[in-house]
Nanobody, 125 residues
């Protein structure tokens, strides 16, 4: 089992930045790919970014490419999502997830085995 706890969400003005963190605990010795997803009210959960176990591969959705970046520090069992140039359309609950896929960077929610509780990001105009 892996437990994931997100932090770093909050209220920010349009054009601002936030960095989300996701701390993993439990069976962290396995080679998990990590991903970030988001879900806005009334919408389906949307893929944001993913990073492979060793961090050599990343995949970022077109909607946030050039503004968001994913990274990880395996020594700290933590994955990050740096979000720049935020706009109101980025308002959502952001979820961290872990997938036992090793070197891959899955983007489908069904590929992920563990999920955090989510952290709210609100961008005001």
């Amino acid at each position: 089992q892996v437990q994931l706890v997100e932090s770093g969400g909050g209220l920010v003005q349009a054009g601002g930045s936030l960095r989300l963190s996701c701390a993993a605990s439990g069976r962290t010795s396995s080679s998990y790919a990590m991903g970030w997803f988001r879900q806005a009210p009334g919408k389906e959960r949307e893929f944001v970014a993913a990073i492979s176990w060793l961090g050599g591969s990343t995949y970022v959705s077109k909607s946030v490419k050039g503004r968001f970046a994913i990274s990880r520090d395996n020594a700290k069992n933590t994955v990050y999502l740096l979000m720049n140039s935020l706009n109101p359309e980025d308002t959502a609950v952001y979820y961290c997830a872990a997938a036992d896929s090793g070197s891959g960077v899955p983007y489908q929610p069904g590929a992920y085995d563990y999920w955090g509780q989510g952290t709210q990001v609100t961008v005001s105009s």
